[in-house]
C-alpha cells in the first residue's frame, strides 16, 4: 500500500509560479511510475505528466508542455510538479498518483493508476 500526501497549492495570477508536493509513504520501494493529473469543474481527470521511476523518463501532456516539470526526490520519497506560466485554464484541483503494477502509465491511465491522493487546488486568476 502507498499513501500519496499532495501540498503547495494556492491562488496565484495568471504568469505566475506554484510548485506541487506529493509526499509518498508505505511500501514505496516497487513503484513503477508516479503522476500529476487534474480535475476542473464539469470537466474531466486530465493526465498532465508522467515520470518512470528508474529511468528519471517524463512526459507531458501537450497543454502543459514547456511550462511544467515533474520531478521526483528517490531519497525523500516526494514527487513535485514545477508549474511556470501559470493560466486560468489551469485552475483545477491537481491529483499525484502511483503505480505499482507495470502495466503502463501513459497520459491517460494517469487518473486511474493505483494509488492516487486527495488532491490539492490550484486557482490562477487573469
Known amino acids: 500500500q502507498v499513501q500519496l500526501v499532495e501540498s503547495g497549492g494556492g491562488s496565484v495570477q495568471a504568469g505566475g509560479s506554484l510548485r506541487l508536493s506529493c509526499a509518498a509513504s508505505?511500501?514505496?520501494?516497487?513503484?513503477?511510475?508516479m503522476g500529476w493529473f487534474r480535475q476542473a469543474p464539469g470537466k474531466e481527470r486530465e493526465g498532465v505528466a508522467v515520470i518512470y521511476i528508474a529511468p528519471g523518463s517524463t512526459y507531458y501532456a501537450n497543454s502543459v508542455k514547456g511550462r511544467f516539470t515533474i520531478s521526483h526526490d528517490n531519497a525523500k520519497n516526494t514527487l513535485y510538479l514545477q508549474m511556470n506560466s501559470l493560466k486560468p485554464e489551469d485552475t483545477a484541483m491537481y491529483y499525484c498518483a502511483a503505480d505499482q503494477s507495470y502495466i503502463g502509465c501513459g497520459m491517460g491511465q494517469v487518473p486511474y493508476l493505483q494509488y492516487r491522493g486527495q488532491g490539492t487546488q490550484v486557482t490562477v486568476s487573469s
Open positions: 508505505g511500501t514505496t520501494s516497487n513503484t513503477y511510475c
